[in-house]
């Protein structure tokens, strides 16, 4: 999947006063634990995604898998890309890790593709309800406790 090739949603950034290595781990830790939990292999099934078990190498790396992503590209410390879709959306998920004074800006770059009328429908109750970018803040919070929790 080219996801170069796919639009732009959003993207959210929280800075982490932690090692870029602590804030891998948390990252790591904190998707497991986010897409491994029930709720999340019923919307999984729920909106046909493609890949609905977690299985691949872990801690994540290129070929891992979480229900409603596969790692694309895992560059440790530096960048995440998981990708995913399922009958209401093609989609990416890019986390960049970059040094930020005596810490670490994390963020989290969405891009989407959402065809027909289904797909127009799924980006209104998830997109435009401000329910993704609460989910996705969320994520970043946990990251960021998970990681200066470490410290």
Do not use: C, K, N
């Not at 009958?87 to 593709?113: C, P």
């Amino acid at each position: 999947m080219d996801i170069g090739a796919l639009p732009r949603v959003d993207e959210h950034a929280v800075v982490v006063s932690a090692t870029a290595d602590e804030v891998w781990d948390a990252l790591g830790e904190s998707l497991e634990q986010s897409f491994g939990r029930p709720r999340s292999a019923r919307y999984a099934r729920l909106v046909g995604v493609a890949d609905r078990t977690a299985s691949g190498p872990r801690p994540l790396a290129e070929g891992s898998v979480l229900p409603g992503f596969r790692v694309a590209d895992a560059v440790p410390g530096r960048e995440l890309v998981l990708v995913g879709r399922h009958h209401f959306s093609t989609y990416a998920l890019v986390f960049r890790l970059e040094a930020e004074g005596a810490g670490i800006q994390l963020r989290a770059e969405t891009r989407a593709r959402f065809p027909g009328p289904g797909g127009a429908l799924y980006r209104l109750l998830v997109i435009s309800s401000g329910a993704h970018a609460l989910l996705t803040g969320r994520l970043l919070a946990g990251v960021r406790r998970r990681a200066e929790r470490v410290r």
